[in-house]
């Protein structure tokens, strides 16, 4: 019962802050209907995983679009370098030296490290200001029913995996909606009724023109394991016939030809975000939308996927689960006409926490005190001379001994990682120090040139840091 009444009150509350301050979403002040927000977030694509960014062994023709017809971020990034930190980091615009969950802590039977019951998510926010907000996809803060729970965190409608452990299959025996527990024939391909899903969520809101809506799709696609349907498999085997005699294997299936099986699912995600696209144009709304596009964070090598052979990061190095650029740069696109110039390319540098502020300026609404994002509005209204630029970027990642990394300095120029942090024995290992104006792909350390800027990096680790009871790290 407490639960309950503490997520009755957290949207209560934000909207009495509102009101005190006297302050209206801007929208419903100037006479004007708010705008709709959706925010497609991809699982393990790298930074070379669509056409628009330079993959060439398959197209990406819808997202692409995205891009074509709005803005697309060559210096953006994950708010982490694996999943569930990724969607901390995104649902509370804090990065990971203050976002709730910092890592992919597994619960039994069922679920992940729960947000806490007190934590204000974009979807309160925007729930708050009179939008209708749904989620597609994988969750993975939250088992079904706790404080962490989709619905319990601001969403009115979620379909999918609630456990992203449970996501490690696209053939599933059960899925989520809402809070009822939906059991499968472990055969169906979940990625196609999620989507059946949010695509009659989307028509509904569409239609119904009452309020604006938020719809937050975080689809599994492209994580292990590397399944699709043969419609899409069976064209890319006989493209790549000379990977047919490998098998992947991961979370209990087992494939033929994962290099297909890839190229197929970016192939079905794309389709089904040009079904998106089509909802817009269909209800008239297109121009009221804005769409965005990323991942959450760099390639993966699970499953037979051969990240490589795609060449996924680009000229990035590093995989997920590093902290190298290739970890943890991500695409990001945005379309919306009349908004966003059409083929424009932003060098801003971004990240996922940055999602949170610019979804309130965009939907009018005040913007909660204390976030580590800065709204990218100006920027996506091709206003850059007026964006507010971070000082600094921050990741920390408590898995494989300890990582965190810095982007700092005039233009972002400087990049500072350090691994070993929670090596209790030999203690940190010494601060990496990188240009990334001449060398992204990071393979020239400079900290025995710059030590100035070791010593910055340094201060910056420090300042960026608040201890966490379940996510310990070096110095707390």
Known sequence: ???????????????????????????????QEAPNIIYILMDDAGYGDLSCYGQKKFQTPNIDRLATEGMKFTQHYAGSTVCAPTRSVLMTGLHTGHTPNRGNRELKPVGQHPLPADTLTIAESLKAAGYATGAFGKWGLGA???????VNQGFDRFYGYNCQRNAHTYRPTWLYSDLEKVTLDGKTYSHDIIMA?????????????????????????????????????????????QFEDKVGKYGGDTVTNPVAQFAGMMTRLDREV?????????????????????????????????????????????????????????????????????????????????????FCEIAGTEIPEGLDGISLVSELKGNSADQTKHQYLYWEFSERGGKRATRFGPNGKWKAIQLDCLNKKKGP??????????????????????????????????EAHTPSEFWPFIGD
């Open 197 to 241: 899903e949010c695509l009659e969520w989307l028509n509904e809101q569409a239609a119904d023109k009452t309020k604006p809506f938020f719809c937050y799709i975080p689809t599994p696609i492209p994580h292990a394991a590397m399944d699709v349907p043969e419609d899409d498999c069976g064209p890319w085997r006989k493209v790549f016939p």
């Open 144 to 150: 079904p029913g706790s404080e962490g729970d989709p």
């Open 1 to 31: 019962m407490l639960l309950v009444l503490q997520m009755m009150i957290k949207p209560l509350l934000f909207l009495f802050s509102i009101a005190l301050a006297g302050t209206l979403p801007l929208s419903h002040a100037q006479g």
């Open 429 to 462: 290992g010494p601060i990496q120090l990188f240009n990334l104006e001449d060398d992204i792909a990071e393979k020239n350390n400079l900290a025995s040139k710059f030590p100035e800027r070791v010593q910055e990096a340094e201060k910056i680790f420090e």
């Open 274 to 358: 040009g079904k998106v696209l089509a909802v817009l144009a269909e209800h008239g709304i297109d121009d009221n939308t804005i769409v965005l596009l990323s991942s959450d964070n760099g390639p993966h090598k699970e499953g037979g996927h051969q990240p490589d052979f795609f060449d996924s990061n680009g000229p990035l190095t590093g995989y997920k689960r590093n902290l190298t650029e290739g970890g943890i740069r991500a695409p990001l696109v945005a379309r919306w006409p009349g908004k966003i110039p059409s083929g424009s390319v932003s060098d801003h540098i971004s990240a996922h926490w940055d999602m949170f502020p610019t």
